[in-house]
């Protein structure tokens, strides 16, 4: 199956400064790719959708200005947390697809991000 | 609006037993159902989905449209099975999938 890598892994970062989280799709060109929040043993939570070269769709209560998503290539997105606070501590995944390849394409995970914000 | 209902948010069992973890859905059209799993330290991965009709690692679902439901069965739990399991629901015409909280499935020996 298709790979999906995000880097870091595991970051942790001081209150009111940024980082940066990148979601890369390996073997395949991924048109579309989603940013979940997860919290601990809950679900899955779309903050965003991206599609190479256009601006994100943000899902409601989702601050665009805070995660900024980046997709400006068919195999690289970014989603920036800018002002970090310890309430934006959880892990970040994101997943990737070719709609190109019709709706029954499987949508492949990343890793995920744990970010830890002191 | 669609949602996704999984009503356990742990289900512990012995191996050998038999498993089911609950999914309801609520959605006016017709949907695309699938169950995902995630197991300790590695990504979430497609388990199955209904359009499929297919078993993997033991597992099978069935949608049934009467009860709205999209149950996860399993009729000899084994230990490697412990792991998370998501219900996702997918709209016609969309590519995104709707997730339900999450069921914690704990085998064991």
């Known amino acids: 199956g298709a790979v999906v890598s995000q880097h870091p892994s595991w970051v942790i970062c001081k209150s009111g400064t940024s980082v940066k989280i990148e979601c890369r799709s390996l073997d395949f060109q991924a048109t579309t790719m989603f940013w979940y929040r997860q919290f601990p043993k809950q679900s899955l939570m779309l903050m965003a959708t991206s599609n190479e070269g256009s601006k994100a769709t943000y899902e409601q209560g989702v601050e665009k200005d805070k995660f900024l998503i980046n997709h400006a290539s068919l195999t690289l997105s970014t989603l920036t947390v800018t002002s970090a606070h310890p309430e934006d501590s959880s892990f970040y995944i994101c997943s990737a697809i070719d709609i190109r390849r019709g709706r029954n394409y499987e949508q492949y995970f990343g890793p995920g991000t744990r970010l830890t914000v002191t | 609006a669609q949602r996704v209902t999984q009503p356990e948010k742990l289900l512990s069992v012995f191996k050998g037993a038999p498993v089911e973890l609950k999914c309801n859905y609520s959605?006016?059209?017709?949907?695309?159902l699938f169950w995902y799993v995630q197991y300790s330290r590695q990504r979430l991965q497609l388990l199955l989905r209904?359009?499929s009709r297919e078993s993997i690692k033991g597992f099978t679902a069935d949608l049934n449209k009467g009860e709205t439901s999209f149950h996860l069965k399993k009729p000899f739990a084994q230990e490697e099975d412990s792991a998370m399991y998501y219900c996702a629901l997918k709209q016609g015409g969309s590519y995104i999938p709707t997730f339900g909280r999450g069921t914690s499935l704990i085998v064991h020996p």
């Open positions: 959605y006016s059209g017709s949907p695309e």
């Open positions: 209904h359009i």
